[in-house]
């Protein structure tokens, strides 16, 4: 997502053990921190997780929906 998103915007990354921030997600003050030092910003993008990205065809294949 990053590498997508980072060609056209002004990214700062965050996460528990990468990115230029850290952040516990399960701790307010730690997000309140981040936010803080971060100052204004326009939009926030939580991918927390561990994912998989598939196209959307091959999700509706996998779970034999039709979409």
Do not use: N, P, W
């Not at 590498?3 to 915007?9: A, M, V």
């Amino acid at each position: 997502m990053a590498k997508e998103l980072d060609e056209r915007h002004e990214l700062i990354t965050a996460g528990r053990q990468s990115g230029e921030l850290r952040i516990d997600m399960t701790d307010s003050d730690s997000i309140r921190a981040a936010f803080e030092k971060v100052g204004k910003f326009e939009a926030v993008i939580c991918c927390a997780g561990h994912t998989i990205c598939y196209l959307l065809s091959a999700i509706c294949y996998l779970l034999s929906a039709t979409c």
